[in-house]
Nanobody, 136 residues
């Protein structure tokens, strides 16, 4: 069982920056499909950014150029650097992981399609989330 624990959320003014971390335990997540999702009040959970074992990254159009996803395999930690934050970025941010591509010896995009990271139902493991509030 993989345990994911997010941290780094908080309140920030528009234009500011926040870095989220997600520490994984119980699995070798360097081989997993990893992603950040977010959910704002009254809205559906949406994929924000993803990174595959080969370090290919994808971003939602709404965050492209402002957010950067990265990982430290030695620390089993996933990061999301968020810059130039906007009030509409306010949401609970979730870290998610899926081992399916590893067990199939393929890439996440080959197994699930190019938009796999937008599909919350694919992800097997979830953190409890960390709240980011951006004020104007």
């Amino acid at each position: 069982q993989v345990l994911l624990v997010e941290s780094g959320g908080g309140s920030v003014q528009a234009g500011g920056s926040v870095r989220l971390s997600c520490v994984a335990s119980g699995g070798v997540t360097r081989n997993y499909c990893m992603a950040w999702f977010r959910q704002a009040p009254g809205k559906e959970r949406e994929g924000v950014a993803s990174i595959e074992p080969d370090r290919v990254t994808m971003y939602a159009d709404s965050v492209k150029g402002r957010f950067t996803i990265s990982k430290d395999n030695a620390k089993n930690t996933l990061y999301l650097q968020m810059n130039s934050l906007k009030p509409e970025d306010t949401a609970t941010y979730y870290c998610a992981a899926d081992p399916g591509a590893f067990f199939s010896s393929t890439t996440c995009r080959s197994k699930y399609g190019e938009s796999w990271w937008r599909n919350a139902s694919i992800m097997d493991y979830w953190g409890k989330g960390t709240l980011v509030t951006v004020s104007s």
